[in-house]
């Protein structure tokens, strides 16, 4: 069964949503001012004690310094997913499980992250993240399935997550921008609810 992830956490209603309806794991974007998810490590610590145990927790972060990973790790979230930039020795030297985001247009890129053991996961995002816009999944027909876990997110909504699941198999869909309120202020539970169970039931 594909897993789903939650992302852009923001509030404790969200918190609230996301313990009632159990997704396999929770996103909070962090040390990301330009997004209006963001949240200080304070708040992150205080989210982070309200959250089901049983739902992993994923720091969100673009290119992030030392001093931001050793925060992250030092809240103890259990992944730290990875977008934009970062040098092959940081993402090494990393002691929270990574989950490396790359976008569609730079797969080519798949291979150099491919023998890293701490990389635990490879996320799929659309050219633009945070964009809400998807991207041809054809793209990804033809990766090799190989141990590290693949995470499908860009655009999907709970009207395309079951095609985009019975399309590719992934390891687990993401979804932020297509189960927020229409005022953004966090998540809307019907949304959150639908989405998870068509991502779960596609055949």
């Known amino acids: 069964m594909t897993k789903v992830k939650i992302c852009g956490l923001k509030n ?3 918190i609230k949503c996301i313990n009632t309806l159990s997704p396999d794991f ?8 330009k997004s209006h998810r963001n949240i200080s490590p304070e708040k992150a610590q205080k989210l982070l004690s309200a959250l089901d145990p049983n739902i992993k927790s994923v720091a969100v ?10 925060q992250i790790h030092t809240l103890g979230f259990d992944y730290v997913q990875i977008h934009g930039k970062i040098s092959e020795k940081l993402l090494s030297e990393c002691k929270t499980p990574v989950i490396r985001a790359i976008n569609v247009n730079g797969i080519e890129s798949i291979g150099d992250i491919e ?23 054809s793209m990804l027909e033809k990766l090799p399935k190989n141990q590290k876990m693949l995470f499908l997110a860009g655009g999907l909504t709970a009207d395309n997550v079951a095609k985009a699941v019975a399309q590719l198999r992934p390891f687990a869909v993401d979804v932020s921008s297509g189960v927020e309120l229409a005022d ?10 639908t989405f998870i169970e068509n991502a779960r039931n596609s055949k």
């Open 12 to 14: 404790q209603t969200d």
């Open 26 to 33: 929770a996103g909070f974007v962090m040390f990301f001012e």
């Open 61 to 70: 972060t673009v290119s992030p310094t030392e001093e931001q990973l050793e």
């Open 115 to 137: 023998n890293l053991d701490n990389v635990k996961g490879i996320l799929f995002d659309s050219a633009v993240p945070g964009s809400g816009k998807s991207f041809d999944w």
């Open 184 to 193: 953004k202020s966090g998540k809307d539970f019907e949304l959150v609810r």
